[in-house]
């Protein structure tokens, strides 16, 4: 199934909530927009065609010169705990969601701008976005999908001569942006602090009535119940996975949680070059709430803010019991996926010292995570002398160290007898190859703003097969530069 922009099909559900759960609001369209990029993977995710991105009414309707028949454009309200404290209305202050696209196989999309402009909940700011942080949006939620983590997808970049003023003048962009639903744990806040009980409850119903229809029946206090375990367990799982990838989001604010367990809103993110757990990719977040290690931490803290607003139908003691489980579904995912990284099978009390040790060579030798886990996916142990063992070793300061940890790991894979080729194969499945380093997303961004596009689609395809070893794209799997490890990136984007 093959649709033109015209015969999209769009099941707008959430206009049909109370009229202020949203504003109504048509985008501004931005000076001499062009297309700068077209993910044609995302865009069957619409049953959209990707021959439709050659057409100038393309660019005219995601820059909202024409409306797309059926599309009913709206910025949804929210608020949210930002860095702790609660502001009480948020909301999209420069998205916009277009309408939500059902496609043959049942799914449904929200079809979102990003940057096109003011609406009600602007408060201060332009309602814009720059090239700039688009492209980043753009590379890392599709590198995310990639990875297999679950995420909101990116379906193009519209670029234009609109300047937008930052630290410095910049030129104004739109993302489109697709994801089921961009409800965020703010979006039930707003309604908890304005004693709306009602509307939590209402919401709430939204999001099962959509994604988990078979729990409709349920009494209410079941319903959110089991909607905030199932929350729980995505949160966990989804941050598990980027602990053992090593992401870090940089602005985990309640109204930055999505309420189906997606990573949402890119901003200063970051990947781990050298592995610091105490690594601070927003450079506003000056006291590091937001550092690598305290993801885990932060996502609960968020999930209790979620589950308060669930306070009136659900007893106290039943929603702490329910958040109780995030520990335990975090850890055991965790330790499941850094198990996998290092290669072994069947499970072994001894395994946890290994992978900590392991951990803290990386930490202590400031160690390239990514490059370390993907060279230990072709060490062979059992023969001292084999390059590989020594490739893993370059990595480090200290190669003593490694060696002896070498022969532990070594001994202990003996144990699972899992034959050396299959375990590489294996292993390389988890250890990701390529990943969008800062440095990377920094090039293809300077090229863009010099008009020159092709670098971002270059690194999407590598990153788009982040496990395998790609040999002609090897550049790509280097280690920043020392420049590229100080760049700077903040929330103002
Ligand atoms: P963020 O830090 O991007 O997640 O945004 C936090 C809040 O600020 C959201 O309500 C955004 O819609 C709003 N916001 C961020 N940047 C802008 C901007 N340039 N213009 C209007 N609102 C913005
Ligand atoms: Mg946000």
Not at 2 to 25: G, K, Q
Not at 49 to 61: I, S
Not at 293 to 298: D, E, V
């Amino acid at each position: 199934m093959s649709r033109t922009l015209e015969t999209l099909v769009f099941e707008n559900t959430y206009v049909r909530l109370p009229e202020d759960y949203y504003s109504r609001v048509a985008p501004e369209p931005l000076r001499n927009a062009r297309l700068v990029a077209f993910n044609a993977e995302a865009s069957a995710l619409l049953d959209l065609d990707p021959a439709e991105a050659n057409r100038p009414d393309f660019v005219a309707y995601f820059n909202g010169e024409k409306r797309l028949p059926n599309s009913d454009p709206i910025a949804t309200l929210y608020a949210g705990h930002q860095f702790g404290v609660y502001v009480p209305q948020l909301g999209d202050g420069r998205a916009l969601l277009l309408g939500e696209v059902r496609n043959a196989r049942g799914e449904k999309w929200d079809l979102q701008l990003k940057g096109s402009g003011r609406t009600p909940y602007s408060r201060f700011g332009d309602g814009r976005a720059v090239l700039r942080s688009t492209i980043r949006e753009y590379l890392c939620s599709e590198a995310m999908h990639a990875l297999g983590i679950p995420t909101t997808r990116a379906l193009c970049i519209l670029g234009s001569d609109e300047p937008v003023y930052r630290e410095t003048v910049e030129r104004g962009a739109v993302l489109v942006r697709l994801a089921p639903t961009h409800v965020r744990f703010g979006s039930f806040e707003v309604f908890f602090y304005r004693r709306r009980a009602e509307d939590v409850a209402r919401l709430a119903n939204y999001v099962i009535e959509q994604f988990f229809p078979d729990r409709c029946a349920l009494a209410i206090e079941e319903r959110l119940a089991g909607l905030l375990q199932e929350v729980t367990v995505r949160t966990a799982r989804l941050v598990a996975q980027w602990q053992a990838v090593g992401f870090a989001h940089g602005v985990l604010n309640t109204d930055n949680m999505s309420i189906l367990g997606l990573t949402l809103d890119y901003g200063p993110f970051g990947f781990l070059d050298d592995y610091d757990p105490h690594f601070i990719c927003n450079h506003s977040d000056v006291t590091g709430r937001y550092a690598f290690a305290r993801q885990p931490g932060i996502a609960l803290w968020n999930l209790q803010c979620l589950a308060q607003t669930f306070a009136t139908f659900v007893p106290r003691e039943r929603l702490a019991a329910i958040l109780d489980t995030f520990r335990d579904v975090f850890f055991a995912e965790y330790e499941r996926l850094m198990l996998a990284k290092l290669g072994l099978v069947n499970r072994r009390p001894e395994d946890t010292e290994l992978l900590v040790d392991w951990l803290t060579l990386l930490e202590r030798n400031r160690a390239d995570y990514t490059i370390a886990f993907r060279r230990l996916s072709e060490v062979v142990p059992e023969d001292p002398a084999h390059p590989a063992n020594a490739r893993l070793q370059d990595v480090f300061v200290d190669r003593a160290a490694v060696a002896a940890w070498l022969d532990r790991y070594g001994a202990r894979l003996a144990q699972d007898g899992l034959p050396t080729p299959e375990r590489h194969r294996r292993m390389r499945a988890v250890n990701p190859k390529y990943i969008l380093r800062n440095y990377l997303a920094h090039l293809a961004i300077e090229r863009a703003q010099e008009g020159d596009f092709t670098e971002i689609e270059r690194l999407l395809d590598v990153l788009r097969r982040p496990y395998d070893e790609q040999p002609t794209q090897a550049r790509y799997a280097e280690p920043p530069p020392d420049w590229g490890k100080r760049l700077e990136v903040s929330c103002s984007s």
